[in-house]
């Protein structure tokens, strides 16, 4: 047994983390920036509030990799049908598809802030990208993104620092079709299909190489439950704390400006926070775009692979399969079509969520899959009104 519990905390840290900072991808990005626009530090509040839904939907996938040692395509195929675990896993790859393709543009906006064209950067970012994901075990990987993570904190809170405060409560609501549907954006962007599947199957492959450095009688799960427990939310929580930075130094920009658009977006930067803001919030949209498509690319994959029960070495076959289409459009599709699919997207997320939602709470309050890791009734319960919430706020978008 480690006797340092710090040790083998940072041991198990990773999977949560990743999958909360992907959260923050590019499309989230501009999300929030559009929140910021429209009613300044008004949706703080809300931000906030989503720390809570994020945090149990996201323990509950985690909980379930710990309990079975294996990815939640595997386990929905395996106790329930094939059939059902490719209905809850098909559309999330091909939304996925969508996501691969604004993550690519994010990076490419990116970029062009700071100078570098489309044409030369994308297809350098799909080979690195590529370079990562193929034959690289999970904890290899994983030590290439946690220091990008840092980066893309770093950038965006820097971004703020030099924007400054404005004057705006963090609390405003009035019953209207644009701030419901606003609302809805920014409940798509909190939980989005892949981070259901990667946290499973990521838990589930780092408690196996963790347990190869531990006594044999040491009660792993365990302790795996502990630390998952905390690093998910203090995941949730940077996740939704960099949304509202992000709000805050979009604050007071006119409405007119195309986010989508890396000329408006430097433009609108050198208005707020000076034209040194622009190149520190490109350095922000590459790290959280290529965290974004390689943990996307690792949890569709996986979620593809385990629900038709197929060999694990096919993974990169569905990467190329999912992203190399993604990269081409990206290239020639004008970057200013993008924002208003992106903000409709994030609405769209939240219906995908229903399927596998409902069946992740099935799972996590059945003994006979979890043993006895299953959620007690009181997490059960919150998990059910946590998932409630988020599809309330889609089907709200759609009036």
């Known amino acids: 047994m480690h006797k340092n519990k710090i040790m083998l905390y940072l041991k198990f840290f990773g999977p949560a983390w990743l999958v909360m900072m992907a959260d923050m991808d590019a499309s989230s990005t501009i999300g929030a920036a559009e929140t910021g626009v429209l009613f300044k530090y008004g949706l703080i509040w809300f931000m906030l509030i989503l720390i809570i839904p994020l945090y149990l939907v996201q323990e509950v996938s985690g909980r379930i990799g710990i309990a079975t040692g294996t990815g939640l395509g595997d386990v929905i195929r395996k ?31 990116g970029l062009e802030l700071m100078g570098i064209p489309v044409l030369i950067s994308l297809p350098v970012i799909y080979a ?8 690289r075990e999970y904890h290899k990987t994983e030590k290439i993104l946690i220091p990008i993570t840092l980066i893309l904190i770093f950038s965006f809170v820097a971004v703020l620092f030099f924007r400054g405060p404005v004057n705006s409560s963090p609390f405003y609501f009035v019953p209207s079709t644009s701030y419901l549907f606003i609302l809805a954006v920014n409940v798509g962007a909190v939980i ?51 949304m509202v930075i992000v709000e805050m130094a979009f604050s007071g920009v006119s409405t007119t400006t195309n986010f989508a658009s890396p000329v408006q977006l430097a433009s609108a930067l ?39 029960g197929i060999k694990k070495s096919n993974t990169f076959k569905v990467y190329i399969l999912e992203s190399l289409p993604a990269v081409i459009v990206g290239m ?38 979890m043993n006895n890791y299953s959620s007690n009734i009181k997490y059960r319960i919150l998990y059910w009104i946590s998932l409630v919430f988020v599809v309330m706020f889609g089907i709200m978008a759609l009036y």
């Open 270 to 308: 050198d208005v707020i926070a000076g034209s040194f803001s622009q190149y520190l919030f490109g350095i922000g949209l590459i790290a959280a775009g290529f965290i974004a498509l390689i943990v996307i690319s690792l949890g569709s994959a996986w979620g593809i692979v385990e629900s038709l």
């Open 79 to 109: 106790n329930y049908s094939k059939k059902t675990a490719v209905i809850m896993s098909f559309p999330m790859a091909l939304t996925d598809v969508i996501t691969y393709i604004i993550e690519y543009v994010g990076i490419a906006i």
């Open 128 to 135: 690195i990208h590529l370079l990562v994901v193929a034959k």
């Open 332 to 369: 020639v599709i004008p970057a200013t079509m993008l924002i208003n699919t992106i903000l409709y997207l994030l609405v769209i997320f939240v219906f995908d969520l229903i399927g596998p939602g409902i069946i992740m709470g099935l799972i996590a309050g059945n003994k006979k899959i």
């Open 192 to 242: 989005m299909p892949f981070m259901l599947f990667f946290q499973a199957s990521a838990t589930a492959k780092k408690i196996n190489h963790v347990q190869k450095s531990v006594s044999e009688n040491y009660n792993i799960k365990k302790h795996a439950i502990h630390s998952m427990k905390i690093e998910t939310f203090l995941g949730a929580t940077a996740s939704e704390l960099l």
